[in-house]
Nanobody, 114 residues
Framework: QVQLVESGGGLVQAGGSVRLSCAAS????????MGWYRQAPGKQRELVAT???????SYADSVQGRFTISRDNAKNTVYLQMNSLKPEDTAVYYC????????WGQGTQVTVSS
């Protein structure tokens, strides 16, 4: 079955960096666009970044220039490198793949202290 397992979250000070990982299984990873999303308390889930099978990337305006999405097809893993973190980046971060349905990981908490 499809599984997405995020890891790498934690508590970090403003201005710091964190790298999130999402290990995928149960589908042909190399041909699928992968996405990172986040949900802050009391807010709707929002798109952070996507990466296509060919490596093309897109970012939300709020993270452009600070976050980098990448993938390692040999490891079936997608990453989110988060730099210059701000308190407003505090959220649960999820990875997602769209197959016949949308699949989501369990999420990983990132808390940025000021």
């Amino acid at each position: 079955q499809v599984q997405l397992v995020e890891s790498g979250g934690g508590l970090v000070q403003a201005g710091g960096s964190v790298r999130l990982s999402c290990a995928a299984s149960g589908f042909i990873f190399t041909i699928k666009t992968m996405g990172w999303y986040r949900q802050a308390p009391g807010k709707q889930r929002e798109l952070v970044a996507t990466i296509t099978s060919g490596g093309s990337t897109s970012y939300a305006d709020s993270v452009q220039g600070r976050f980098t999405i990448s993938r390692d097809n040999a490891k079936n893993t997608v990453y989110l490198q988060m730099n210059s973190l701000k308190p407003e980046d505090t959220a649960v971060y999820y990875c997602r793949v769209r197959l016949a349905y949308d699949y989501w990981g369990q999420g990983t908490q990132v808390t940025v202290s000021s």
